[in-house]
């Protein structure tokens, strides 16, 4: 199975700074990587799909990089309501897997 | 609108067979490209794919479960189920349903639309 690795698995960061996010996966995924945003109890919400496209509704300020093995999903700008864990999550191959996880937390 | 709901027991004895069912509305299984996914969630932990049924009845499973785990559906009802044998407590999460599709266009569209979730718990 392919492993998706992100880094780091946490950081502390303010308002408006800006925040990256990598996903690295054990093998070519070309460009098959979904980003998403889960807050505490609540389902994860879509951000990004296909490496690069921006899901309707999400803000300009989330972007997401990447092909290969090696994806990059940036916040331009932390907002509050940005504060959440992401996941990355592949759909190459005929089973997937999830990131671990990256919790974003107020410094 | 699309919408999807899971329901099942709250609670489970280990050894016991946990059945899920994903009701949806919005959409059709039945639509080419449509798929149902299970996901889920150990309380404080990373989300965990668990398998995914397509609209032409094609069966996709996570390896490491996949002995443990069968999907099905009932176009007419619009239901998904999971089943899940031998459950243990290491079980214990929150299951999600998820849709997916996929076009020849654009690709996979990713989990577009979730549950709100449902907690198992596995305890004797």
């Known amino acids: 199975d392919i492993q998706m690795t992100q880094s780091p698995s946490s950081l502390s960061a303010s308002v408006g700074d800006r925040v990256t996010i990598t996903c690295r996966a054990t093998?070519?995924?070309?460009?098959?990587m979904n980003w998403y945003q889960q807050k505490p109890g609540k389902a994860p919400k879509l951000l990004i799909s296909?490496?690069?496209s921006l899901q309707t509704g999400v803000p300009s300020r989330f972007s997401g990089s990447g092909s290969g093995t090696d994806f990059t999903l940036t916040i331009s700008s932390l907002q509050p309501e940005d504060f959440a864990t992401y996941y990355c999550?592949?759909?190459?191959?005929?089973?997937?897997?999830f990131g671990q996880g990256t919790k974003v937390e107020v410094k | 609108q699309v919408t999807l709901r899971e329901s099942g027991p709250a609670l489970v004895k280990p050894t016991q067979t946990l059945t899920l069912t994903c009701t949806f509305s919005?959409?059709?299984?039945?639509?080419?490209?449509?798929?149902v996914n299970w996901i889920r969630q150990p309380p404080g932990k990373a989300l965990e794919w668990l398998a995914r049924?397509?609209?032409?009845?094609?069966?996709h499973y996570s390896t490491s479960l996949k002995t443990r785990l069968t999907v099905s559906k009932d176009t007419s009802k619009n239901e998904v189920v999971l089943t899940m044998t031998s459950v243990d407590p290491v079980d214990t999460a929150t299951y999600y349903c998820?849709?997916?599709?996929?076009?020849?266009?654009?690709?996979?569209?990713?989990?577009?639309?979730w549950g709100q979730g449902t907690l198992v718990t596995v305890s004797s």
């Open positions: 998820a849709r997916i599709y996929y076009s020849p266009i654009s690709g996979w569209s990713g989990f577009d639309s």
């Open positions: 919005g959409f059709s299984l039945n639509a080419s490209g449509m798929c």
């Open positions: 049924i397509d609209w032409d009845d094609a069966k």
């Open positions: 093998q070519n995924i070309r460009s098959y």
């Open positions: 296909g490496a690069s």
């Open positions: 999550q592949h759909t190459y191959s005929t089973t997937w897997t």
